[in-house]
């Protein structure tokens, strides 16, 4: 079960976005409040926070952010990010970033990958974001924007878009039909081709490229 917590001004947000993390028996909405504030007291109970805000909001937590949060934090965000983000680059935990229109299973797959480690990115964030210099991120001592990778097979890149929902190497063999050292193989692969060294760096690189999307 992942216990999750949702800060957002409007109730009617709130309710709405709970409704959808809970269409999920795997995800249970623990506590809800209109700000960060009123919800740090619940903080040490849950597994992920949801918090929807516009960027400005979101600057002006920041410290709460980097005191408070010792769970990955999934940012819903009103507006496109503007491409200088020190919010994303002070947090040393995984984080996740969506637009507010994102949908049921969008949110529960990124809340789910979120707490294996994850970092999430809608593809159209991420072509914005992985394009600036402005997050200082960076793939194997590589320009991103410039790196070309091999090609990855069909199983490969169904490995990789079930890798980017935070499934286990377990869950991915169950819903593939394959073996558990076999996914391990295609993972192995996987790496290679992008040139990652972990999950997240994978699914980073993945989204980067476009071979995957969430």
Request: glycine share 6%; aromatic share 4%.
């Amino acid at each position: 079960m992942i216990r999750v917590a949702v800060v957002a001004q409007a109730p009617a947000l709130r309710s709405g976005i709970r409704a959808l993390l809970e269409s999920s028996p795997e995800v249970e909405v623990m506590a809800e409040a209109p700000t960060l504030e009123e919800m740090l007291p619940h903080l040490k109970s849950v597994d992920v926070l949801v918090l929807a805000a516009p960027l400005s909001l979101l600057e002006a937590s920041r410290a709460l952010l980097e005191a408070y949060l010792p769970l990955p934090p999934l940012l819903l965000l009103y507006d496109e990010p503007a491409l200088d983000v020190p919010l994303l680059q002070s947090l040393s935990i995984a984080w996740g970033l969506l637009p507010l229109d994102a949908s049921g299973e969008e949110l529960i797959a990124a809340v789910g990958a979120l707490q294996h480690g994850l970092h999430i990115l809608a593809a159209p964030l991420a072509q914005a974001l992985f394009s600036s210099s402005t997050l200082g991120v960076h793939f194997s001592g590589q320009n991103p924007a410039s790196t070309e990778v091999e090609p990855l097979t069909e199983r490969e890149m169904q490995v990789l878009h079930l890798l980017a929902r935070g499934l286990a190497n377990k869950q991915i063999a169950a819903a593939l039909g394959i073996s558990e050292h076999t996914v391990k193989f295609h993972v192995s692969a996987i790496y290679a081709k992008l040139g990652a060294t972990n999950r997240a760096e994978a699914v980073r690189l993945g989204l980067q490229h476009g071979l995957v999307t969430l």
